[in-house]
């Protein structure tokens, strides 16, 4: 469980989308980097490209072991939860190239691993990635996210791979 792994967390958007790089030893994170790919400018598919593009480069400038990716919420607006999906879809695409796992998270299980609960504000995920993290300035509330979905998935392996060790000493396994 010592073995250390690198988790590139996406917090997508069609505007704006967040990502995050933490490296875990066991159930410690260590902060590597985050920030924003924004796509304002152009048409739509043109946004997408810049997305597709944007996070290729950091998943091979950061070679993550794994990714760890926000799935859509449901949105009031139809077309604001298509066009989210969009961006995702264009995130995600963009990890196929180097094989990397990916793995989901709904925003819900996101904040519940990292604040506590579900129904928590961007402001106190962004609070509790800094604790966490020991940062010196807050992430902005998309890199905050992303980094709190790869929190998440570090923590949920950790446990996963616990309770593998325990049912195989007790032979359930």
């Known amino acids: 469980m010592n073995k250390q792994r690198r988790i590139l967390g996406i917090?997508?958007?069609?505007?704006?989308?967040?990502f995050g790089v933490l490296d875990f030893?066991?159930?410690?994170?260590?902060?590597?980097a985050s920030g924003t790919v924004r796509s304002l400018q152009g048409s739509f598919p043109e946004r997408l490209r810049q997305i597709y593009e944007a996070v290729g480069e950091i998943v091979s400038q950061y070679q993550p072991d794994i990714v760890a990716i926000e799935t859509v919420f449901?949105?009031?607006n139809a077309g604001?939860?298509?066009?989210?999906?969009?961006?995702?879809?264009?995130?995600?695409c963009a990890t196929f190239?180097?094989?990397?796992?990916?793995?989901?998270?709904?925003?819900?299980?996101?904040?519940?691993?990292?604040?506590?609960?579900?129904?928590?504000?961007?402001?106190?995920?962004q609070h509790m990635v800094v604790s966490m993290l020991?940062?010196?300035a807050s992430p902005?509330?998309?890199?905050?996210?992303?980094?709190a979905a790869a929190i998440c998935h570090g923590h949920q392996r950790a446990v996963r791979e616990r309770l593998g060790a325990h049912n195989r000493v007790a032979g359930l396994r």
């Open 74 to 76: 449901m949105a009031r």
């Open 25 to 32: 030893t066991g159930d410690m994170p260590s902060y590597v």
């Open 80 to 92: 604001s939860a298509l066009k989210l999906g969009q961006a995702r879809s264009a995130a995600l």
């Open 140 to 147: 902005s509330a998309d890199a905050a996210d992303a980094l």
């Open 97 to 125: 190239a180097s094989n990397v796992d990916v793995v989901e998270y709904s925003p819900r299980e996101i904040k519940q691993a990292v604040v506590g609960t579900g129904a928590a504000r961007k402001e106190q995920v």
């Open 134 to 136: 020991q940062l010196d």
């Open 11 to 18: 917090d997508p958007g069609s505007r704006v989308t967040g």
